[in-house]
């Protein structure tokens, strides 16, 4: 009775020496499928779009001595302006239509086109706007610049009222106890020297009060945001290095053709 040899486990794997035959017989295929990846590779460049970026260097005014009020003066700091940015709702209609369709002017769409960068220690910011041609980029970033002194403007107008109101209410109360000071003594002499002292330093403390939003305002009616350079743009190439692209392109064809190898050998030694 004859007894049945089990396959060879082996029998159907690629041998080495396989591999290097193939490779001494058909390293011109294998050249062919690599250029074949290089003019891939060539027309995958050519095919990537050009981009403009377009650059405004501004210089946001802060008040390092305090003297303004942070609930109204606050959003002239970097930090303040950079939050303001990153916020689709912070820009008009005007904003949206230059810098990009307003269905897609969203949060991811906005940290695409628009990148934003600060000095240390300094109240210069740095905005660039990346779209495909420059004359967009241009408006684009025009408008934002213009949108920033918009809203400096507004929030300068609320805190200027509010001060002119408290100084006339200031000057009236000041005006009141120093005619008190010059009056009471003569017509009341219960107007005693501890009264005469309370009145007079609340006068001190109003004149103080007077000096400080005067200061405040010559502040705000001079500190504006300002354009340090007119804007430039130039077109940059967001293209991987070009080198890079042909080499991979012509290792990805020879890869490609060794695999179709690999199974093409698969495919016979089934059958």
């Known amino acids: 009775m004859s007894k049945s040899i089990p396959n060879n486990p082996f029998e159907n794997q690629i041998t080495f020496k396989e591999v290097m035959l193939f490779l001494s017989q058909s390293w011109k295929v294998l050249l062919l499928y690599g250029f074949s990846g290089v003019i891939i590779s060539i027309f995958y460049l050519m095919s990537l779009p050009q981009k403009y970026q377009s650059t405004a260097l501004i210089q946001i005014p802060y008040y390092a001595?305090?003297?303004?009020?942070?609930?109204?003066?606050s959003f002239q700091e970097q930090n303040l302006v950079i939050s303001a940015l990153k916020y689709p709702s912070f820009f008009t209609e005007s904003n949206k239509s230059l810098c990009g369709y307003i269905d897609e002017f969203n949060s991811?769409?906005?940290?695409?086109?628009?990148?934003?960068?600060?000095?240390?220690?300094?109240?210069?910011?740095?905005?660039?706007v990346t779209l495909?041609?420059?004359?967009?980029?241009?408006?684009?970033?025009?408008?934002?610049?213009?949108?920033?002194?918009?809203?400096?403007?507004?929030?300068?107008?609320k805190y200027i009222q509010r001060s002119n109101d408290e100084l006339v209410k200031f000057e009236k109360?000041?005006?009141?106890?120093?005619?008190?000071?010059?009056?009471?003594?003569?017509?009341?002499?219960?107007?005693?020297?501890?009264?005469?002292?309370?009145?007079?330093?609340?006068?001190k403390f109003l004149k103080d009060e007077i000096s400080k939003i005067k200061d405040n305002l010559k502040i705000l009616s001079g500190n504006k945001i300002e354009l340090l350079v007119p804007l430039y743009s130039e077109q940059i190439d967001v293209r991987p290095g070009k080198i890079s692209a042909l080499v991979i392109g012509f290792f990805l064809g020879i890869l490609m053709g060794f695999l179709i190898f690999i199974l093409r050998k698969l495919f016979l030694v089934g059958e």
């Open 65 to 73: 001595q305090g003297k303004l009020d942070n609930k109204d003066s």
């Open 108 to 128: 991811e769409y906005l940290n695409r086109i628009l990148k934003i960068s600060t000095i240390k220690n300094s109240p210069v910011v740095e905005l660039k």
């Open 132 to 157: 495909n041609d420059k004359i967009s980029s241009t408006e684009c970033i025009q408008s934002i610049v213009d949108r920033l002194k918009s809203y400096q403007n507004e929030v300068n107008e």
């Open 173 to 203: 109360k000041l005006m009141d106890l120093e005619y008190l000071m010059r009056n009471q003594g003569k017509t009341d002499q219960s107007f005693s020297l501890m009264q005469y002292y309370l009145v007079r330093d609340e006068v």
